[in-house]
């Protein structure tokens, strides 16, 4: 009888407690806590595979990227190669398909370029310069001993890069036959404009074109004249167009010299993306040069038609002009217009003399001639071979 009472005593006072509000908040309390461990195991039971499922789905994506089908190569080649006058070459086939290249195009080459200018801008304290003026030598094998001033001099990366060179460094072959290089580099492409299908293309590596029209805009005058003077039976002083490419290192010097005496007529600038220009490169993205950032010169030499472009790349994006100190590229509003021409027509020709200085790059990238010369013209180097600024590339054969 005792014990019943004693138990439903309890019972009572348990159920008092329950519908009391502290009890029910302590209640509250341990089914949530207890709700947040499950939660707690739950969340730390399924984070690791999902990390792993998505990291693999990635993986995945891009192994599939980089290896397409070829039926895609077949189906979905870049529209650059869709553009050419004829079918893909063999080395076309093998260059990046669309989706490649969209995706490369996710990537801010551009922005990244221009956070990277601001970085070489900055002014650089005097205890951090040698030490990184030399690193950088270092790696990139440049050339002190030809540099005008001292290497402290230098306030930051962005001097250092475009460092003049002190008087006498380089020689000009001054024959008016030879034809000098603008640069110090590397050959990268030479070779004659192929027009015989109509829409004119060059080489960017050995297999690999790029149509003219894309790259200069519309199309040198030679063309035209050409065309009309065949027709009339008129062609006296046979021409051809020819094209060289070369490619500056990072250590290379970093500015750009006029190779002949001419008259500059317009200035053509191509806002555009800004791919890396080394041989892989060249060899993966089709159209490269016409993909990128570029600045042309047009005009005219003794011998014709005559062009001079700088293509800008990775953290490249800044190409100055000497003639043109308030010419900014790679320009946040620009990327607006990318892909577009902004040309400007000087009103009195500008004159470059061999030798002339007339633009810089920021790092280094790349310089493609273009110019019309008597079909006996010869390239007197091959892709691949380093070059000098002021020695001679090529030659009109007597």
Known sequence: MVGRVFLREVRLHRALRLQHPLGHAMRSASTKSSSSK????????????????????????????????DEERRTHPAPALRRLPSQPTTFESTMATERQLQSLKLLPYRAA????????????????????????????????????????????????????????????????????????????????VDGSSGVPVLEQVKGARYRLDEFLGDLPTFFHREEKEKKAGQLAT???LFHCVLYLAPGDYH???????????????????????????ARLIPSLFVENERVALVGAWTNGFFSLTAVGATNVGSIA??????????????????????????????????????????????????FEAPENFEFTVQPGEKITLGKSIGQIKA
């Open 113 to 192: 370029s221009r956070l990277w200018g601001q970085v070489h801008d900055k002014e650089l304290p005097t205890w951090m310069r040698v030490p990184l003026y030399q690193a950088w030598t270092k790696v990139f094998a440049c050339k002190l001993d030809e540099m005008k001033y001292p290497i402290e001099s230098y306030i930051n990366l962005g001097e250092f890069f475009s460092r003049p060179l002190k008087d006498g460094a380089r020689e000009w072959d001054t024959d008016v036959k030879h034809l000098p290089s603008p640069v110090d580099g590397r050959v990268a492409a030479i070779g004659v």
């Open 321 to 370: 002009l000497t003639h043109e100190p308030d010419f900014r590229s790679n320009t946040k509003e620009q990327d607006a217009v990318v892909g577009k021409c902004m040309s400007k027509t000087y009103e009195t020709p500008l004159t470059a003399e061999r030798g002339d200085e007339i633009a810089q790059f920021k790092l280094g990238s790349t310089v493609v001639l273009v």
């Open 38 to 69: 499950s939660e707690s195991i739950f969340t730390r039971d399924w984070k690791v595979p999902a990390a792993m499922g998505f990291a693999l789905i990635g993986f995945l994506q891009w192994h599939h990227l980089n290896n397409p089908t």
């Open 238 to 240: 046979k021409t051809k």
């Open 255 to 281: 500015r750009i010299h006029s190779p002949v005496d001419w008259t500059i007529d317009e200035r053509r600038h191509f806002p555009g993306n800004l791919f890396p220009v080394n041989t892989t490169a």
